[in-house]
C-alpha cells in the first residue's frame, strides 16, 4: 500500500515562461506573484550580474533576481511591461524571481521527474550546487525545474 502512494504522487509545480523556455519551481515555496512594473528595481552596487536590485513591497526589501540574466535569453523591452515577480521563501529569506509570464499550476507525476543533464549542473567550480533540481515533460512541453537553494547560493558566491 504505501508503495501505491508513492507511484501516484504528484510534483505541484508554479510553471513559468523565460524567453522561450518552461520553468517550474514548487509551488509550496511562493509566497505571491505580481506585477513587476509598479515598482521601481533600484540597482545594488557590486551586486552579481543576475540581480537586477531591490524593491520595498509593504516595507521589506526584497533582492529581485532576473532570470533572464541568469539564462541569458535576450530582454526584449517590447514585454518588460509584462514581467512578473515570484515571490519566494528560500532558507527563512525572501527573493523576487523576474520572469516573463507566469502560467500558472502544473501537476507532474514525481515519478517523471528526471535528474538535470549534466551540462546543466553545477561543480565544485560553480559553487557546487545545482540550479536544476530536474527535467520532466507535460504533455509535449520540457519543463526545467529549479533548485531555489541552488540558484539562491549561486547568486551570492
Known amino acids: 500500500m ?24 514548487d509551488i509550496m515555496r511562493i509566497k505571491e506573484v505580481i506585477q513587476a512594473k509598479p515598482y521601481r528595481i533600484r540597482p545594488i552596487p557590486q551586486a552579481p550580474a543576475i540581480v537586477e536590485g531591490v524593491i520595498q513591497l509593504r516595507g521589506v526589501v526584497i533582492p529581485v533576481i532576473d532570470l533572464r540574466r541568469r539564462f541569458s535569453v535576450v530582454i526584449d523591452p517590447a514585454i518588460d511591461h509584462l514581467n512578473k515577480l515570484i515571490i519566494v521563501s528560500v532558507s527563512g529569506r525572501i527573493a523576487g524571481l523576474k520572469v516573463d509570464r507566469v502560467v500558472g499550476e502544473l501537476r507532474v507525476p514525481a515519478r517523471s521527474l528526471r535528474p538535470a543533464p549534466s551540462m546543466l549542473r553545477g561543480d565544485a567550480g560553480d559553487a557546487g550546487e545545482d540550479i536544476f533540481s530536474g527535467v520532466c515533460r507535460v504533455n509535449e512541453e520540457m519543463i526545467f525545474v529549479i533548485n531555489l537553494d541552488g540558484l539562491l547560493r549561486v547568486t551570492q558566491g
Open 2 to 25: 504505501a508503495g501505491e502512494a508513492k507511484v501516484d504522487e504528484e510534483l505541484k509545480l508554479a510553471g513559468f515562461i523565460v524567453g522561450v523556455g518552461l520553468y517550474g519551481i
